[in-house]
């Protein structure tokens, strides 16, 4: 069965850098997107960027770019998101998750990492 | 401030009939599919609907899409406790290339 895991809680400091990585299986790494998205306490989810496992392409969201690098290493079929410059405001849940497609088009994240929450405190 | 606008709340009592709206743009839903995904508390979001109107096996037939220009539309019918949860419409912006969320819903059964 298809399954994201990823690794765990960090805390950091205002200005560090943290990696979370998400480690898939079940299915063939290279065949679909990671994307990650995250979620502050009580808010709704947002969109940080996409990588494409096979050609390592990546795509990030405006606000994120220049911040967020989305890598992946493909011999243990495992992304990670890297966001440096951590401020307050990135405290949140990080979430990876797959984005499926087939042959007759789009559709969606069907598969969600379990979560990383990522604490910024001084 | 979201790209793709949805009502903060929404409430039916069991067995109604409850519908989420979700507006957007020429760029974004007026040019893309719309998805719908379900996070119940304290879990990771779960997709419950993929280009616009189509289930993921699973998924209760009980929820349904369906979009009309820059506007989607999320129903659920014969509404349920276990319904009860925060509801987001997502769709790919093709002028910020980027996907981008509503707000979300919460969805109350009284």
């Known amino acids: 069965q298809v399954q994201l895991v990823q690794s765990g809680a960090e805390v950091k400091k205002p200005g560090a850098s943290v990696k979370v990585s998400c480690k898939a299986s079940g299915y063939t790494f290279t065949s679909y997107d990671i994307n990650w998205v995250r979620q502050a306490t009580g808010q709704g989810l947002e969109w940080m960027g996409w990588m494409n496992p096979n050609s390592g392409n990546t795509g990030y969201a405006q606000k994120f770019q220049g911040r967020v690098t989305i890598t992946r290493n493909t011999s243990i079929s495992t992304a990670y998101m890297e966001l440096s410059s951590l401020r307050s405001e990135d405290t949140a849940v990080y979430y990876c998750a797959r984005y499926y497609y087939d042959s007759s088009g789009h559709w969606g994240f069907d598969y969600w990492g379990q979560g990383t929450l990522v604490t910024v405190s001084s | 401030q979201s790209v793709l606008t949805q009502p903060p709340s929404a409430s039916g009592t069991p067995g109604q009939r409850v519908t989420i709206s979700c507006s957007g743009s020429s760029s974004n839903i007026g040019s893309n599919t719309v998805n719908w995904y379900q996070q119940l508390p304290g879990t990771a979001p779960k997709l419950l609907i993929y280009?616009?109107?189509q289930r993921p096996s699973g998924v209760p037939d009980r929820f349904s899409g369906s979009k009309s220009g820059t506007s989607a539309s999320l129903a659920i019918s014969g509404l349920q406790s276990e319904d009860e949860a925060d509801y987001y419409c997502?769709?790919?912006?093709?002028?910020?290339?980027?996907?981008?969320f509503g707000g979300g819903t919460k969805l109350t059964v009284l």
């Open positions: 997502a769709a790919w912006d093709d002028s910020l290339n980027g996907r981008v």
């Open positions: 280009r616009n109107n």
